[in-house]
């Protein structure tokens, strides 16, 4: 408990302070079996042992039961209130993040969405923000909750925040260090529901991210305090395999909600001490904006350790609105604010894919991608484009073999480094196309070309069908409500032909038992039928799945398979198809939208 007092004194800026008394250990009169199923009497049994031995509970304001085994609440905190329960494994990051739900603090979350953007439709993933402490990043210390928690709580004062209600530029000090001379962090509203907070952080210097970029969190306005309403970390390299250590926007690079005409930009840190960030927010809608263009040229693509290159972009813009920069040079070292920059690589031997960004900073942009060669690599690289209909595509995700990836720049290039001898599985994904795979045998000589096809918003058919391997994952472009009627054509080649609407996966052929229709997530979840999984190998099936807002029904070649009776009225998600460890063919996917009186 001292480590969390110490934590508590700390990230409140000695705004709170706890002190612990620790009661000896008593037996309870019941069995622990008993009490998982009998709570209440439970905590009133604890709670007259404690203050028989002189310990009234009703004279702390907190109060934390440990139990030496799981007796139905190993972990729970209430929320904005007393009472806390822990049982092994008991650790310092258990007691942080419980007390915060003792505190009023609801979960911070990663938000995930549906089509890999920024803030589209989606889920939030909970326990994923390893840097906050009610995200499940308890366990270092230095990692503070944020600054809407902390302004929640009291910490931060109306000083310390500010409010944007105006374009402007705003200086933010770092929210994890003391001694501040001026604010820390921005809150700017979105709509009735929801608004955006703005922090900076300089403690965990391990992490350039961090360092040379901002935090984003999608928060509801509404601070009465619910626990589910859970504040979302927006990640602004979704499906990276960083997971959130690179969720900063770096400094130079534009955030764009274009719906609600909010742009975010951090310009420059303000050289300060502690560390302060200057931030460009502008606030409407450009719909006449242009976007930027971008030249990049470099003096060598080849260097040693430690060899300095310059690299100079040339960028206009027709709108002639200030332009700002960002470098990253694919060794995690960045840089911002300006067109020509020097830089030397440490590491040596490897291929290196650089980055320019330019933005308006009122939604245009443009990248352009440099590979540069420090050394002589043993790994080898991989550069290609993709196009649409002859048009370059941006801002793709390409991955080679699902662990490195890279995203497009504006004129459709990608390059992928490190990649050794043999085959590789090149996939691309962006949210409204399917990209085929291409199947790669490095060292390769020759550019790789995709081609991205746009998917029909509630339909998508192929004659010879697409097929799935790995993290594939094929979705509508389009999200739908109940009720709705879904027909799917595919196959599999063995295993895991896998759905997801009314549930977070619906498997069929299931690699542990292939006969059990298994459903994960939803109203449904975890009512797996025995016996009803099972599907022919290699053959075409069809699948029909009726959601209306009160029950779902799987069918397939029109026998019942699977039904449920629930509220399903909140879903509103693609259709998607996906695999595991097999090949999945879809043939089709047809979305049809019910007559809204349909229960
Ligand atoms: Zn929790």
Redesign the pocket.
């Known amino acids: 408990m001292h480590a969390v007092e110490a934590y508590y004194r700390e990230v409140s800026d000695g705004k709170l302070s706890i002190e612990t008394t620790f009661p000896p250990t008593f037996r309870m009169p019941h069995r622990a079996a008993w009490y998982a199923t009998n709570h209440a009497q439970r905590d009133q049994d604890a709670r007259a042992a404690a203050k028989a031995r002189g310990f009234d509970p009703d004279k702390f304001d907190l109060e934390i039961m440990v139990f030496n085994s799981a007796v139905g609440g190993d ?1 729970v ?1 209430i929320f904005r209130g007393k009472g806390l329960w822990l049982a092994p494994p008991i650790g310092f990051a258990g007691v942080v ?2 007390l ?2 003792n505190f009023g603090l609801p ?1 911070n979350a990663v938000w995930k969405a549906w089509d890999g953007s920024v803030i589209g439709p989606g889920t939030e993933m ?1 326990y994923a923000d390893s840097y906050d402490p ?1 995200g499940g990043g308890g366990d270092d210390p230095r990692n503070h909750f944020s600054v809407r928690s902390k302004a929640l709580l009291g910490w931060f004062g109306p000083k310390d925040i500010l409010n944007v209600t105006n374009s402007g530029r705003y200086r933010i000090y770092a929210e994890d260090l003391p001694g501040a001379a001026g604010a820390r962090g921005l809150r700017i509203g979105r709509d009735a529901t929801h608004e955006y907070w703005v922090e900076f952080r300089q403690l965990i210097s391990e992490n350039p991210y961090l360092m040379n970029g901002v935090r984003i969190l999608k928060c509801h306005a509404d601070v009465s305090g619910k626990v589910d309403m859970t504040l979302n970390l927006l990640d602004m390299t979704p499906d990276s395999p960083l997971g959130c250590k690179d969720a900063p926007l770096l400094l130079g690079r534009t955030f764009c909600d274009d719906k609600s005409g909010i742009y975010i930009t951090p310009v420059s840190k303000g050289n300060t001490s502690p560390e302060s960030v200057d931030i460009q927010v502008n606030l409407g809608h450009f719909p006449a904006n242009h976007r930027p263009t971008l030249r990049v040229i470099a003096t060598a693509q080849a260097a040693t350790a430690g060899e300095p290159i310059v690299f100079r972009a040339t960028a206009g813009d027709l709108d002639g609105n200030p332009l700002d920069y960002s470098w990253d040079f694919g060794d995690e070292s960045f840089d911002w604010g300006k067109p020509v920059v020097t830089h030397r690589w440490e590491k040596t031997d490897g291929d290196f894919v650089a980055r320019c960004t330019v933005t308006d900073m009122k939604g245009g942009s443009a990248s352009k991608l440099l590979l540069v060669t420090i050394g002589h690599p043993l790994l080898h690289r991989l550069v290609g484009s993709i196009t649409c209909y002859g048009k370059p595509m941006d801002n793709v995700l390409v991955a080679a073999d699902t662990t490195n990836s890279v995203r497009t720049d504006s004129e459709g290039f990608f390059g992928l480094a490190g990649l050794k001898s043999g085959n590789h599985r090149i996939t691309a994904r962006i949210g409204g196309y399917w990209v085929d795979p291409a199947m790669v045998e490095c060292p390769a000589t020759e550019n790789i070309t995709m081609t991205a096809f746009p998917l029909g918003r509630d339909t998508i058919e192929s004659k010879d069908g697409f097929v799935l391997q790995d993290d594939d994952c094929l979705s509508t472009p389009a999200t739908f409500r109940p009720p709705v009627q879904i027909t799917i054509v595919a196959k599999t080649s063995a295993t895991n032909l896998r759905l997801a609407y009314a549930a977070d996966q619906v498997i069929f052929n299931w690699e542990v038992n292939g006969t059990e229709l298994r459903v994960d997530g939803g109203p449904a979840n975890g009512q797996h039928k025995t016996g009803m999984g099972a599907i022919a190998p290699n053959e075409d099936v069809t699948i029909r799945w009726l959601v209306t807002p009160k029950r779902q029904m799987i069918f397939v070649n029109n026998k019942l398979r699977f039904q449920h009776a629930g509220d399903y009225s909140q879903i509103d998600r693609p259709v998607s198809v996906f695999t595991h460890q097999s090949t999945v063919t879809v043939k089709s996917i047809r979305v049809r939208q019910l007559p809204s009186g349909i229960q």
């Open positions: 972990g905190g993040h419980e915060g739900h979960h909970t009610m």
